[in-house]
């Protein structure tokens, strides 16, 4: 093409970002000053975007400063673009500082702001800026702003918000809708629900990849993995395609039924029949699937599999650690102890559980000697915590700390009562 410009420049740099080669379009994207073509909006938009795929914050910030030295920095596109990637990398407030520079903002740059929020598990700060938007003059709801409200939602366990939400969704008319609907299923699963997530998915008119994966991944979580894998099969003899995300819910789902020979097929499938590359995800599965399987030296095999960098590593190991107690294992309960407290020295959970299990075995001694490093090093252990909602307030229970809650004594009896009522039951 003897004729580029600003414009063909950017269109191949989309182009690589299309086919999966972000960093080819950041290459192409610093060859643009050596050719004397200068970026426009859209070309920042692109480069920023290709970061965000790369998870590169370095070289978006870079790429944020020359924005700013070209005058940009305003721009809607630009900006929706930075929201989008500092969010991905979890720079949480250096979105809100592009976000509140936006002199016009509109249901897109709301929207981004909000799903930040959502997934970055700040599902308070999503819904308070959801009151702000709609008490804006812009406010004018779509699929993608839905269904980040109904994923707050589902973060914060709050369903009368929910089903408030669910209201509007209806009256706007975005009730068979793909994206909305398949948010309305994660959040119901989440509340315990599931039923109402069975209607909602079967209201959709020719649901595609993300609902029946919604649907999928909810079946597992929910414990009807045998019902998971029903759709898994369905969805392929649809002609649907299924994604990584699909295949951490049937993996999930054979972790949870027993059936880890079916859940090393559908591993080994990825690749092979669909072209799927599996990550730290996936393994993570699998190493659960076979730990609860009693399968431990092949969840060890997988585990050394994966790259100590990966992300998520310590899940792994800390999975395989209490597969490895449940089983009296010391043995791998010790390599996989060793390994997270190389990745986090101060966990505490790692200390403990190989505490336990060497206590379990009878190895009084380790059991001590591991107690005694971690009191030395000063780590102590998170209680646990359970909640509840109640008149669209969620509340928090840390263990050991109901008599110091407010009617704590009251608490303590209503739970004794109950605990004699189940052992009548049997």
Avoid at 12 to 21: A, E, K, R, T, V
Avoid at 103 to 131: F, P
Avoid at 189 to 198: A, V
Avoid at 361 to 367: L, P, S
Wanted: proline letters at 3%.
């Amino acid at each position: 093409m003897s004729d580029r410009n600003v414009v063909t420049w950017t269109c191949l740099m989309s182009g690589y970002i299309n086919i999966g080669q972000p960093k080819s379009a950041l290459q192409l994207f610093q060859q643009m000053p050596r050719n004397y073509i200068f970026p426009n909006p859209f070309t920042f938009a692109t480069a920023i975007n290709a970061c965000s795929y790369l998870s590169d914050i370095e070289t978006g910030r870079r790429t944020h400063s020359l924005i700013v030295i070209s005058g940009f920095h305003s721009n809607f596109v630009v900006c929706t673009s930075l929201i989008n990637m500092y969010g991905k990398s979890n720079y949480v407030d250096e979105s809100r500082r592009v976000f509140d520079s936006m002199e016009n903002k509109n249901v897109v740059s709301w929207t981004s702001m909000i799903s930040v929020y959502t997934q970055n598990a700040l599902g308070e700060d999503a819904l308070s800026l959801v009151r702000e938007f709609i008490n804006s003059k812009s406010y004018e709801p779509n699929q993608f702003l839905l269904s980040s409200v109904i994923n707050a939602c589902a973060s914060l366990a709050k369903l009368v918000t929910g089903k408030v939400t669910h209201c509007g969704v209806i009256r706007h008319g975005f009730d068979t809708n793909e994206v909305v609907g398949s948010s309305l299923i994660d959040m119901y699963t989440k509340c315990g629900l599931f039923d109402y997530s069975d209607k909602i998915f079967k209201r959709i008119p020719n649901p595609g990849l993300i609902p029946y994966t919604s649907m999928i991944v909810g079946a597992a979580k929910y414990g009807l993995g045998r019902f998971s894998l029903h759709l898994f099969e369905e969805m392929l003899k649809k002609g649907i395609r299924p994604n990584g995300v699909t295949f951490l819910g049937v993996l999930h789902a054979c972790s949870h039924s027993g059936l880890a020979d079916t859940g090393l097929e559908y591993l080994n499938s990825m690749h092979e029949k669909h072209r799927i590359y599996p990550d730290s995800k996936h393994f993570i599965c699998a190493v659960d699937m076979l730990g609860r399987a009693g399968r431990l030296d092949e969840a060890c095999q997988i585990a050394k599999f994966v790259p100590p960098d990966a992300e998520d590593i310590e899940i792994l190991w800390g999975s395989l650690l209490s597969s490895s107690r449940t089983y009296g294992r010391l043995d791998i309960a010790t390599e996989a102890g060793e390994r997270l407290i190389e990745i986090n020295q101060r966990l505490a959970t790692a200390y403990v559980t190989m505490s336990n299990t060497s206590a379990s075995v009878g190895d009084w001694e380790n059991a001590y000697r591991l107690r005694s490093e971690m009191n030395k090093s000063g780590i102590n252990k998170e209680p646990g915590r359970s909640w509840v909602e109640l008149r669209d307030k969620v509340y928090v229970f840390y263990a050991g700390t109901v008599k110091s809650c407010a009617r704590g004594d009251e608490l303590v009896s209503l739970l004794k009562e109950l605990e004699v009522r189940i052992k009548e039951r049997g």
